[in-house]
């Protein structure tokens, strides 16, 4: 199984920006989608972005506009680019890879936004 280390997480306030990212510990090269979820306290877990290799990129009509999604494949790497961080973007965000099927998570890294 692949294993994903989140990063970039941390306290900001509303307006702000904040970038995480997610290094896998293999090539990403290959995977057939990367995405990046979060849970808010009391919520289920919900898509943030998803990057379909060959396709679309699909984000939440809550961040569209406001947040990006990008991968590079030479590091390994998942990035989310989160600008005009609303109070409401407080959550846990969790990296999602698959491969061949078979899904992998990361540990999450927490994002809290201050009004």
């Known amino acids: 199984q692949v294993r994903l280390v989140e990063s970039g997480g941390g306290l900001v306030q509303a307006g702000g920006s904040l970038r995480l990212s997610c290094v896998a510990s293999?090539?990403?090269?290959?995977?057939?989608?990367v995405a990046w979820y979060r849970q808010a306290p009391g919520k289920q877990r919900e898509s943030v972005a998803i990057f379909i290799t060959g396709g679309p990129v699909n984000y939440a009509d809550s961040v569209k506009g406001r947040f990006t999604i990008a991968r590079d494949n030479v590091k390994n790497t998942v990035y989310l680019q989160m600008n005009s961080l609303k109070p409401e973007d407080t959550a846990v965000y969790y990296c999602y890879t698959q491969r061949h099927g078979l899904a992998s998570w990361g540990q999450g890294t927490q994002v809290t936004v201050s009004s």
């Open positions: 293999e090539s990403i090269s290959g995977f057939s989608a």
